[in-house]
Structure formats: C-alpha cells, structure tokens
C-alpha cells in the first residue's frame, strides 16, 4: 500500500525566506505527483504536477522536483510572502493501468510566513 | 476551479438519517472522485467514477453508496449516517489532457 510522508507538518518562516517542503512515497511506481495548496475551510488548488519521466516544473516562485527513484520530491518556494501562508499537500497518482487517477495523499506541511 | 460545484456546502443532519451530497462538473470530464478529509487521516478516497454508471470503491467506501446517472452529476449518498461520517468531502475530477486533478470547495456535513 502506498503511503505519503510530509516533512516537516508545520513550519514557520520569516517573510523573504525559501524554503523547502518534503514529500516522500513508498511506492516508486508513480505515474505521477501533484502539489497542492489548501487555505483554511477552502478547497484544494493545484500548484504543480510533475510526470513521473520529469525531474521538475517551475510556476512562478514555486519549484518542484521529483525523484521517482528514491520516492522524494520537493517543493521550493522562493522569497516567502505572507500570503503564502497555508496547508502545502502532496499526492502520488499509482503507474498501473487501472488506477484510474486515484490519489493518495501527504498529511500536508503548515506553512506561516510572518511579516 | 474546472466548473466544479458541490452542493450543499454545509449540512448538519441526525444520526440515521440519509443524506445525499451531489457534485456537478461542466467540462465534460470522464473521471470524478469523492474524498473526505479529517484531521489526523488526511485526505481519503471513498469512491469513484470512470464514466456513466462506472463506479467503484476507494480506500474508505463502507457506509457510502454512489451514483452517476449523467456525465456532470456524481452523487455521494450517505444510507444511513452516522457521527464518524462528520467531516468534510471533496469531489475531484482529472483533467483530459495533463491527468492534473481539481478539486471542489467542499461540503462541511455534521452528523449530531
């Protein structure tokens, strides 16, 4: 069974920090892992969705990089703004043929950046 | 937000009584999904849908039954709730072209 670790679950940074989210899998055949960020009561909004073929994208401020290999991807967020104060979730999408786009999902990683 | 909406957004109902929550898409997308989220468990898969009258069960499927009857409207029915079912359930979708999941604003359900 596939399981999803977030390291650290919360985390509190001055504003203009990076910082650097951890995700990990157990089970190597991904097809592929999302980022997500979710903001008290609200649903979650897609950040990035990396491939399991790519090592990483790019959207703005926000990196994600994937090693499939050794199950671990990372989110780097550059020059931290308070408004980047929420709930940061990964999720794995299986390789085999029936998944049918299932996710299984981090416990997420609480980020504050404060002013 | 992909054209999702949930409905109702927030409910609170008896214990034994049935509740139905319903997730409406616009873009036409095969794939939808139910999931619930609860503190210390994260977010769960309770079932699924790969097309009309396609369904299955996911990770936590006891206690809930599905529907989808038309392409736009995945329905998630509670037979008899009960007070471990208080929480809060998202439908998603995939995307057709990059399988990048949406999801919707959720449905806060409360079971006294």
């Known amino acids: 069974k596939q399981e999803v670790t977030q390291i650290p679950a919360a985390l509190s940074v001055p504003e203009g920090e990076n910082l650097v989210l951890n995700c990990s899998f157990t089970?190597?055949?991904?097809?592929?892992l999302q980022w997500f960020r979710q903001d008290p009561g609200k649903g979650l909004t897609s950040l990035l969705l990396?491939?399991?073929?790519?090592r990483e994208q790019t959207s703005g401020r926000l990196n994600a990089s994937l090693d499939k290999s050794s199950g671990r991807s990372t989110l780097y967020i550059a020059a931290s703004q308070p408004g980047d104060s929420a709930t940061y979730l990964c999720?794995?999408?299986?390789?085999?043929?029936?998944?049918?786009?299932?996710?299984?999902f981090g416990q997420g990683t609480i980020l504050t950046v404060h002013p | 937000d992909a054209g999702i909406t949930q409905s109702p957004r927030h409910k609170v109902t008896e214990t034994g009584t049935p509740v139905t929550l319903r997730c409406h898409q616009t873009e036409n997308h095969r794939y939808m999904y139910w999931y619930r989220q609860d503190p210390g468990h994260g977010l769960r898969l309770i079932h699924y849908?790969?097309?009309?009258?396609?369904?299955d069960k996911g990770e936590v499927s006891d206690g809930y039954s599905v529907s989808r009857s038309k392409t736009e409207d995945f329905l998630l029915t509670l037979e008899s709730a009960t007070s471990s079912q208080t929480s809060v359930y998202f439908c998603?979708?995939?995307?057709?072209?990059?399988?990048?999941?949406?999801f919707g604003q959720g449905t806060r359900l409360t079971v006294v």
């Open positions: 998603a979708i995939k995307g057709w072209v990059t399988d990048e999941a949406f």
């Open positions: 089970d190597s055949a991904i097809y592929n």
């Open positions: 849908s790969y097309g009309v009258k396609d369904t």
């Open positions: 999720a794995v999408t299986p390789e085999v043929g029936t998944s049918y786009g299932k996710l299984t």
């Open positions: 990396i491939q399991s073929s790519q």
